[in-house]
């Protein structure tokens, strides 16, 4: 970027960073990204959301935790995204206790959980960990809040309900 003469700023980088996350490309995003520390440029929630999200892509899990994290220490605030790519990492990872937990943590700081992202990502953490009654749980607490389950949720759900009955998970 800095070959051109130009002087990149925050947004320029964001962009560069957000394009190899959608293109998997995991090293390059973080090489990007420490370009932009180099260039004596602070990374924001925009920065860090695309770096993790390009680490969760690649299934960097440790290295996106560990960005999620960093983001916290330099006092930036979590937004959706963050919270959502740091519960997406968690059902990855098969640890829906930490899952649930940031989506807890994310009710509490009153930032606003995504059907798709975040809720999706939690009941599929509980399935994976076997946890159907806490999958049915959230489903409900969906329901409270007037979010519409969507295709991911709905399934996940479907599968809770059949393991909780004891007809055990769907392999379809």
């Not at 995003?29 to 959301?49: G, I």
């Not at 007037?146 to 759900?157: C, F, M, V, Y």
Request: with cysteine; proline share 4%.
């Amino acid at each position: 970027m800095r070959d051109a003469q130009l002087q990149p700023d925050v947004i320029s980088y964001n962009a560069g960073v957000n394009a190899c996350a959608r293109g998997r490309q995991w090293q390059r995003a973080l090489l990007l990204f420490s370009d932009m520390r180099k260039a004596k440029l602070e990374p924001n929630t925009v920065s860090y959301n695309a770096v993790m999200s390009a680490c969760n892509k690649a299934k960097q899990l440790p290295r996106a935790l560990s960005l999620f994290e960093e983001m916290r220490a330099a006092r930036l605030e979590p937004d959706c995204k963050s919270y959502s790519i740091g519960i997406s990492v968690h059902q990855k990872g098969k640890r829906w206790q930490q899952a649930l937990s940031l989506l807890r943590e994310m009710c509490g700081v009153k930032v606003e959980p995504n059907v798709f992202f975040s809720y999706s990502a939690g009941i599929s953490a509980c399935e994976k960990g076997e946890q159907w009654q806490r999958a049915l749980a959230l489903l409900s607490e969906m329901r409270e809040a007037k979010l519409e389950p969507n295709s991911a949720t709905a399934q996940g759900s479907a599968r809770a309900r059949r393991a909780s009955s004891g007809s055990g998970p769907c392999c379809c």
